[in-house]
């Protein structure tokens, strides 16, 4: 019964989390937003990779000489 105990203040706790009217400060706001640019150079980064580009254009040329019966 302890592990329902823990599951119902976790609960709780996400509730008020989710439910505080009070918003974000600027500091919040601040790290949001460099983790949010953080996040965008890291997936610019992998998405323009060599190993990435030469997949999906080995996807893609392949689909394209697919032949349909």
């Known amino acids: 019964m302890m592990v329902n105990r823990v599951i119902q203040d976790l609960q709780t706790r996400v509730m008020i989390v989710v439910t505080d009217d009070e918003g974000m400060s600027t500091a919040e706001y601040a790290i949001g937003t460099i983790a949010a640019a ?8 992998v998405v323009t990779g060599d190993n990435i580009v030469s997949a999906l254009t080995g996807i893609i040329t392949k689909a394209l000489n697919t032949t349909v019966s």
């Open 38 to 45: 953080a996040f965008g150079a890291i997936l610019y980064t």
